[in-house]
């Protein structure tokens, strides 16, 4: 059985910082991808970061980039989520992903079929 269990999140002002944490276990590590999605009120999930386990390549959304640090933690299998100079439009439930891929040159991110619960970060002004 596959389980995603996020730890992190929580109220920030704006220009802090959050971590955020997934716990993976029930798959092969060496065959996926993982990450976060993040989803705001009245808008669709977008992709924010993924990290490919097996060689460490990695996707940034582009509001993202810059500010966001996606790594992995092998001995863990752990995924973390480093967050920096957040904004109010930064707000929304994350939610991390296993299973999924990258596009050929990192465009994008598709998500796999395993999500966790999700974690609310708020950023306020």
């Known amino acids: 059985q596959v389980q995603l269990v996020e730890s992190g999140g929580g109220l920030v002002q704006t220009g802090g910082s959050l971590r955020l944490s997934c716990v993976v276990s029930?798959?092969?590590?060496?065959?996926?991808?993982m990450g976060w999605f993040r989803q705001a009120p009245g808008k669709e999930r977008e992709p924010v970061a993924g990290?490919?386990?097996?060689?460490?390549?990695?996707y940034y959304a582009k509001s993202a980039k810059g500010r966001f640090t996606i790594s992995r933690d092998n001995a863990k299998n752990t995924v973390i989520l480093e967050m920096s100079s957040l904004r109010p439009e930064d707000t929304a439930v994350y939610f991390c992903?296993?299973?999924?891929?990258?596009?050929?040159?990192?465009?994008?991110?598709?998500?796999?079929?395993?999500w966790g619960q999700g974690t609310q970060v708020t950023v306020s002004s």
């Open positions: 029930g798959l092969t590590r060496s065959t996926y991808t």
């Open positions: 990290i490919r386990w097996s060689d460490g390549s990695t």
């Open positions: 992903n296993a299973g999924g891929r990258l596009s050929s040159g990192y465009y994008n991110y598709y998500p796999g079929d395993y």
